[in-house]
């Protein structure tokens, strides 16, 4: 992949990393909201919160979540060439030490997409585990 090709790709990771941040930015205080609600002892009176945990585990963290997954996944080949490059260099006996700033910043953003993936993966493994707390005794209405 050529330098004005990588600039390119650079261009878009970080556009749709802005996105997904922005997105995130007015999605999260829902969904840290679902998780830090009470779970009321009552289980008739519980049908409010998991109304609320089924809403923004469908409606927020699992549309955000794919995403991140599938942002993440795109820019994987990419990153990946550009980590082959030094193992083909060291393997050829060749010497080059040049540093490309395009190049570690694809890696840092893809590094980025990758941590938001898995935290958003883990909120909505914690999503589906307070829905199904909330669930254990409340009756279908």
């Known amino acids: 992949m050529d330098l004005s090709q990588l600039g390119n790709v650079l261009s878009a990771a970080s556009l749709l990393l802005a996105a997904l941040s922005f997105i995130f930015g007015l999605w ?12 009321p002892d009552v289980p008739s009176e519980r ?17 955000l979540t794919l995403i991140a997954w599938l942002l993440a996944v795109v820019y994987l080949p990419p990153a990946f060439r550009i980590l082959n490059d ?8 060749i010497s080059t030490s040049s540093y490309d700033p395009v190049r570690a910043s694809l890696l840092i953003i893809d ?11 883990y909120n909505c493994y914690k ?3 307070r829905y199904l707390n909330l669930k254990k005794g409340t009756k279908k209405l």
């Not at 840290?32 to 779970?39: A, F, G, N, S, V």
């Not at 923004?56 to 699992?62: E, K």
């Not at 590094?111 to 993966?121: H, N, Q, Y």
Request: net charge positive; proline share 8%; hydrophobic share 50%.
């Open 127 to 129: 999503i589906i585990r």
């Open 28 to 39: 999260y205080p829902d969904i840290k909201k679902t998780l830090e609600d009470r779970i």
């Open 47 to 63: 049908l409010p919160e998991l109304n609320a945990a089924k809403q923004v585990f469908f409606v927020r963290a699992l549309p």
């Open 111 to 121: 590094g980025i997409l990758i941590c938001m993936a898995v935290f958003l993966t």
């Open 86 to 93: 030094p193992i083909k260099i060291a393997k050829s006996g």
